[in-house]
């Protein structure tokens, strides 16, 4: 599977570089997750602007970064442009549970938006 990682002081953003997020390449995305998360990478964004299509396998990756994420820091889902994508998306309604941002620089604003509030929530308990 081909993808680019992008790691910046706060988050970092994987971006698939394939058209389709299937069964073939699915197991190996969910071991990049396994290896960001342990390295320690609090925030992730995934960029699936070039990804055009999803089946279940990918949906269990990208719901695998979310349960990972869950305890690190934020997981942002940004680029579903695709219609076939927008509408697994919304069938399997993972929008209730991923947060999902249209643009990369949304997310970025979320993911520091989020780590402000986590910050603001663990200094009364640090005095």
Do not use: C
């Not at 396994?34 to 964004?45: K, T, Y």
């Amino acid at each position: 599977m081909k993808f680019s990682i992008d790691k910046q002081d706060r988050y970092s953003v994987i971006k698939p570089e394939e058209d389709n997020l299937n069964s073939a390449v699915a197991p190996q995305l969910k071991s990049e997750f396994v290896i960001l998360a342990n390295e320690g990478i609090s925030n992730l964004i995934l960029d699936l602007s070039g990804v055009k299509y999803v089946d279940s396998s990918g949906l269990s990756a990208i719901l695998t970064a979310r349960r990972l994420w869950s305890n690190l820091g934020s997981f942002v889902v940004t680029g579903i442009e695709h219609p076939a994508v927008k509408r697994l998306v919304e069938i399997s309604k993972v929008d209730t549970v991923l947060t999902i941002l249209p643009t990369m620089s949304e997310a970025v604003d979320f993911i520091f938006m989020e780590e402000l509030q986590r910050d603001m929530q663990a200094e009364p308990g640090e005095e």
